[in-house]
């Protein structure tokens, strides 16, 4: 068996998540990163004034760390009328007879009503992908994201899943993994909707790795981070070939080890943040609001500011609980 674990990545994309440069060129408005690139001494320097601007950032969580032995498996937190803190608000009631896992694994308590992420499998294999990229252009009022959905400075596992695989047993995964246009421009400067949207089955967001953020619900609507068996990094396809993540993925947070690390942004232009306090420990549901998220001092385009974000946890949702602003 291979359980999960943690991935280290490459150091052009930890720039990038942290100061939001450019790979291997001049350090301005635009972030571009492709696999195994260098990073210039300009992108280096800016990644070095940002991660001090970062300790500026304290972060304090009100509760322990989430128990990453028992978390809840979330299927039983969807809604279909409303958001709820430490829920899910979704655009439909999913398929009964849907894609996802075939068996419960062994790390899925359901009569408990949890799982073990520590004892998940994961897919075998480690597939590099040199012509991954991803690009980030701020121009007036709009933030410009193009990538092709490949996973920039990581690899991925081998889909479909091998019948060798141990993870074969749970979830046949039949898919394969091709590039995928990914092209968005979102408010640089979002504002909150006049009520909470709910989250559909396609991509909710996009990482700053160039991979797809879709909400962590499988086709028959049960919590896709507990059930379904993903790659090292978190990932897999769909049946569009579509690598995406359901949560923000090991190989990111790895990386992201300030107390305030933006690693992608959700379809309504607010941004993904990994927060952690003096700790290194995430924030738990109750740290956050009923879309996943919170207004508090990030680390934004090589500045601290104060906006609403949603925070990446251990718990269900993981990552986006709602929209908060009006969705692109």
């Given amino acids: ?78 809604s279909l009328t409303a958001p709820t803190v430490g829920g899910l608000y979704a655009c439909d009631a999913g398929n009964p007879n849907g894609g996802g896992a075939d068996v419960a694994g062994p790390w899925i308590d359901e009569a408990a009503g949890t799982w073990n992420a520590n004892e998940k499998l994961s897919v075998q294999g480690s597939v590099a992908w040199p012509m991954a990229k991803y690009t980030e252009v701020i121009e007036g009022s709009e933030r410009k994201i193009s990538s092709n959905g490949l996973p920039v400075g990581d690899v991925t596992g081998t889909f479909p899943i091998a019948t060798d695989d141990p993870a074969y047993s749970y979830d046949r995964n039949p898919n394969t993994i091709a590039e995928t246009a990914v092209s968005k421009s979102l408010p640089v400067t979002p504002t909150p909707a006049a009520t909470p949207g709910c989250l559909g089955k396609a991509a909710i967001g996009v990482l700053k790795n160039g991979v797809v953020l879709y909400a962590p619900l499988d086709e028959r609507n049960r919590d896709a981070v507990a059930y379904e068996t993903q790659d090292d990094c978190d990932g897999h396809p769909q049946q569009s070939s579509n690598y995406h993540y359901h949560d923000v993925p090991s190989c990111l947070l790895a990386a992201a080890t300030g107390p305030s690390t933006v690693v992608g942004f959700a379809y309504d232009g607010f941004p993904i943040v990994v927060e952690r306090n003096a700790l290194g420990e995430l924030p738990t549901n109750a740290d956050l609001d009923e879309c996943h998220g919170r207004n508090s001092p990030v680390l934004l385009d090589g500045k601290v500011v104060t906006t609403y974000h949603y925070s990446a946890t251990s718990e269900f949702p993981y990552t986006v609980g709602c929209y908060h602003g009006s969705h692109v």
Avoid: F
């Fill in 1 to 78: 068996m291979i359980m999960k674990n943690r991935i280290p990545i490459g150091i052009c994309l930890s720039a990038l998540l942290v100061a939001s440069v450019s790979c291997g060129g001049s350090a301005k408005s635009t972030s571009t990163s492709e696999s195994a690139p260098t990073v210039s001494s300009t992108s280096t320097s800016l990644s070095v004034n940002t991660s001090i601007a970062n300790t500026s950032i304290v972060n304090t969580w009100v509760g322990p760390p989430a128990d990453t032995t028992q978390l809840p498996i979330g299927t039983s937190k969807v």
